[in-house]
Structure formats: C-alpha cells, structure tokens
C-alpha cells in the first residue's frame, strides 16, 4: 500500500501548495479593491472571486486536516482511550468519515450537474465550478481517510505500535 501513502502524501503536497497561492491571490486582490474604493474606483469582480476562493480554501484546507487528523472532534473523544482502543476507535471513525464523504461526493456531483448551466453575477463563469471545490475537497479527504485506515488496522494488528 506504498502507493496510496504516495498518493496521499502527493495530493496533501499539491493541496498545500494551492491553498499558499489562492491565499496569498486573494488577500492582493481584497487589498486591491480596498485601494481601488479609496481612489473612487471599483473591481465589480473582487468580492465574488474572493467568495468562491475561500470556497475553494475550506474544502481543499478540510482535507488537510483530514490527512493529519486534525479536527478537534475526533482529537477530543479518541485521544483520552488506551492505545489499542484508540486505534479501534480511529477505525471506526474513518469509516463513518467514508460515509459522510461519499454522501458529499454523490449529491455533490448532483448540485455540480445541476448548476452548470447558471452563472455568476461578476465574473460570469458557470457555477457547476464552484460547487465542484465540494466534490473535489471531499475526493481528496476519501484518499485521505483510506490511507488512515490502512495505518490504523496496522496499528490495531499490532497493539498500537505503528509509526506514521
């Protein structure tokens, strides 16, 4: 299972790299339309490209979290258990994450579907892409979790010993 750790690790890396980019693409825009509004001018695009982009910066930010574990509800509960049951309890956690994710994905692709033919207001691009950031973020938070998994039924296997 080599391969889905490096898959994993190479969409965790690309998802880091785009989130610094769009973050850093979107505070020069917000600041360009606050210095444009000073001069008496106006970017009509700006607030909506700074929407969707912190669209796109929750889901793709979300499977980061994924792949390191690191929301707090699953920190808070699992982390008090013995070790052998945390890794049990982890499972059973990425399991439900699974189900949740594919309900995301399924009537995910159905907003997609369904949106494609509407436009924004500003910027006049199809909305079907920006309902995609959901897809899209909860497709790389599958990859996530089933890595996970392997790593805990590891752990489970082994009383608790394995090393991420």
């Known amino acids: 299972m080599q391969w889905l750790q490096k898959t994993s690790d190479a969409l965790n890396k ?9 973050l850093a693409v979107m505070t020069v825009v917000v600041f360009a339309q606050v210095v444009f509004r000073m ?5 009509p695009w700006s607030e909506e490209f700074a929407r969707y982009t912190m669209v796109f910066l929750t889901y793709i930010g979300a499977s980061v979290g994924v792949k390191y574990k690191s929301h707090i509800s699953v920190e808070a509960v699992v982390g008090i258990l013995p070790s052998k049951l945390r890794a049990a309890a982890e499972v059973l956690i990425d399991i439900l994450l699974m189900a949740a994710f ?63």
């Open 39 to 43: 001069i008496g001018a106006s970017l």
């Open 102 to 164: 594919y309900i995301l994905i399924r009537y995910g692709m159905k907003i997609v579907g369904i949106t494609m033919n509407q436009q924004s207001p500003a910027m006049k691009i199809k909305m079907g892409y920006m309902y995609f950031s959901l897809v899209l973020g909860a497709v790389i938070m599958t990859v996530h979790t089933i890595n996970n998994i392997v790593w805990d039924v590891k752990k489970v296997l082994t009383k608790g010993e394995v090393t991420e």
């Open 14 to 22: 690309a998802a880091v790299v785009f989130l610094g980019i769009a």
